[in-house]
């Protein structure tokens, strides 16, 4: 229970800071949060490299191929409240197939990332063909990621964004990716990564809830 209060009052620092100056705030969130809660922020700071920050030796990270949509899907609908038919996936391989890459571990999808070039300033898709042509006028999007709970703790998340960084640095400087506010694992692994929170998105998931717009200079995480 202490741990779970802990994680809310982080959460709510840093959306009331967010809300009013969504650049600066979130570091001042951290920081307030670490003082307050010293105990808790020695196990977990925001921030803070996961002590896993590589897959074991068990986990192969390839590309995604159709043959894995069924186990992308279960992966998906065990992680995540945002689910995906299998056609989404299957347009999703057809049209960004180098930026979707799984792990393996004991035979089985243990998690899964997709990422999209976006017309810079859009959640459009800027079409596969034209990336290269654009003079960097794009930005990289990770549009979803999902690790299954019983691989967890094992780098595989951080693996899956490394694999997704380096196919995204040839081609655009600077990936985006959103997440939920309520989110605070995933909001420390990201900030661990390098992301930076630019802005705050009301309503933007179905059930109403606000994300947080993240942004990192790829090319950095990709070196």
């Known amino acids: 229970m202490r741990a779970v209060s802990s994680s809310l009052y982080a959460i709510n620092v840093v959306s009331a800071?967010?809300?009013?100056?969504?650049?600066?705030?979130?570091?001042?969130?951290?920081?307030?949060?670490?003082?307050?809660?010293?105990?808790?922020?020695?196990?977990?700071?925001?921030?803070?490299?996961?002590?896993?920050?590589f897959p074991d030796a068990a986990v192969t990270i390839r590309r995604a191929r159709t043959a894995d949509i069924p186990?992308?899907?279960?992966?998906n609908r065990a992680s995540l409240p945002e689910n995906y038919n299998d056609g989404f996936y299957a347009r999703h391989l057809?049209?960004?197939?180098?930026l979707a890459?799984?792990?393996?571990?004991?035979?089985?999808?243990a998690g899964y990332v997709l990422g999209r070039i976006n017309e810079r300033g859009s959640e459009l898709p800027a079409p596969p063909g034209s990336?290269?042509?654009?003079?960097?006028?794009?930005?990289?999007?990770?549009?979803?990621?999902?690790?299954?709970?019983?691989?967890?703790?094992?780098?595989?998340?951080?693996g899956l964004m490394a694999a997704v960084h380096k196919a995204m640095a040839p081609d655009v400087a600077t990936a985006r990716l959103h997440v939920r506010?309520?989110?605070?694992?995933?909001?420390?692994?990201?900030?661990?990564?390098?992301?930076?929170?630019?802005?705050?998105?009301?309503?933007?998931?179905?059930?109403g809830e606000a994300a947080y717009l993240?942004?990192?200079?790829?090319?950095?995480l990709a070196a």
């Open 214 to 220: 993240m942004a990192a200079n790829v090319r950095k």
């Open 181 to 207: 506010c309520s989110n605070a694992q995933a909001l420390q692994l990201y900030a661990g990564l390098g992301y930076d929170v630019i802005d705050v998105v009301q309503g933007y998931y179905h059930d």
């Open 101 to 109: 890459y799984v792990a393996e571990a004991e035979s089985e999808v």
């Open 131 to 158: 990336r290269a042509r654009t003079g960097g006028e794009c930005d990289g999007h990770v549009t979803s990621l999902a690790v299954h709970a019983r691989h967890r703790r094992r780098g595989v998340a951080r």
């Open 71 to 75: 186990q992308i899907q279960r992966c």
């Open 17 to 53: 800071v967010l809300s009013e100056r969504p650049v600066r705030s979130f570091a001042r969130g951290v920081a307030r949060y670490a003082t307050l809660n010293p105990e808790t922020s020695k196990r977990r700071r925001w921030g803070e490299a996961d002590p896993h920050p």
């Open 94 to 98: 057809a049209d960004w197939g180098q």
